[in-house]
């Protein structure tokens, strides 16, 4: 089965017609302002689902204090309550606690004429530590070609195409969707090497658009599954331009997020560990690392503000790199490739 994240049922629309009318008000106030400094729609209807559990809490256990009047206690109570009562994670309570310090922020710096006497206390309270609660599935060259066999053998290209896509470019599942049959033309092929968008696309980040960027494909081992797939749309007649699609009352529309999480399922069973199209960011980023494929270039191709980045989803272990450079005859230079050397 693909990864999944479990979340406590705990808002309910009786609770909330109950909550303080004050803490709604301030809600909506605080969503308003994030909108205005173009904070992205997901990252605020995380914040608002949050800040509606923080609001259960203070009505049932706090007598419906309004957050403004909030003490140290109070949050350490709220803090204990998530971990051992509604059983939620520590890396959740930090984001409850994320979300709190942010609102705070916004009382303590913009609503100062209101509250005057109002400090943002969330941060002398320490945090749950932070625990890793789901195994990080590590892909391999193997277990890459075995998927697509399996798909192309069960004639399945359109899943093929889009598993090939993400191990070559690391698009995010929301990226995948936006591909287009028309970026993969010659005139978007660069040496030869790898497909360069010719647009950009959007991708995640600040902004209730996030930033958008050219993606980038590798050629080698997703072209094949393309011209399967291009071929398939041909025999079935599909004209849509969207790369991916999907048949509904008899028509060919554009695929959905939920197409896609439907595949993430089949590809865990095929795997028999849990898939998720971010796995194969990591995948390609470990790949072209142990390629010797510079750093800034790495950066580059994903469209990542720093090379920070890499380490965050590389794979590799020091270690298996040891023989790269050291053999019986001590050190050995290694020279850096490029995208064509793949």
């Not at 689902?49 to 957050?67: E, G, P, S």
């Not at 270039?297 to 050291?326: H, L, P």
Request: hydrophobic share 35%; proline share 2%; glycine share 4%.
């Amino acid at each position: 089965m693909a990864r999944k994240t479990v979340y406590n049922k705990i808002f309910n629309e009786e609770d909330w017609e109950k909550v303080n009318p004050k803490n709604k008000q301030l809600f909506e106030e605080w969503k308003t302002y994030l909108i205005s400094v173009g904070k992205s729609e997901g990252t605020i209807k995380q914040y608002y689902n949050d800040l509606r559990i923080l609001a259960i809490f203070l009505l049932k256990h706090c007598n419906n204090k309004f957050i403004v009047d909030l003490n140290k206690r109070d949050i350490i109570a709220f803090q204990g309550y998530c971990l051992n009562q509604w059983g939620h994670s520590s890396n959740r309570v930090r984001r409850l606690r994320a979300c709190l310090s942010s609102l705070s922020n916004y009382i303590e710096n913009i609503l100062d004429d209101l509250y005057p006497d109002f400090r943002n206390i969330v941060g002398k309270i320490e945090a749950p530590d932070k625990k890793l609660v789901r195994k990080k599935t590590v892909l391999t060259d193997e277990q890459v070609e075995h998927v697509l066999k399996t798909l192309v053998d069960s004639k399945q290209y359109q899943k093929a195409c889009a598993f090939a896509l993400a191990a070559n470019s690391g698009a995010r599942l929301s990226e995948l969707l936006r591909f287009k049959v028309h970026y993969f033309n010659e005139e978007n092929l660069i040496a030869n090497a790898y497909y360069k968008t010719p647009e950009k696309i959007r991708i995640k980040g600040r902004g209730r658009d996030g930033y958008e960027k050219y993606k980038y494909v590798l050629k080698s081992g997703f072209q094949e599954y393309l011209d399967l797939w291009l071929k398939e749309r041909e025999r079935l007649g599909i004209n849509n331009k969207e790369l991916f699609v999907t048949r509904r009352n008899g028509e060919w529309i554009p695929a959905q997020q939920s197409t896609l999480q439907s595949w993430a399922n089949q590809f865990s069973k095929i795997l028999g560990e849990p898939f998720y199209f971010h796995s194969l960011r990591h995948y390609l980023t470990t790949k072209l690392r142990a390629h010797n494929i510079p750093d800034k270039i790495i950066k580059e191709f994903f469209g990542w503000e720093s090379i920070d980045m890499i380490e965050v989803y590389d794979d590799n272990e020091a270690e298996d790199d040891f023989t790269k450079y050291f053999t019986e005859d001590g050190i050995k230079k290694v020279e850096n490739n490029d995208l064509s050397n793949l």
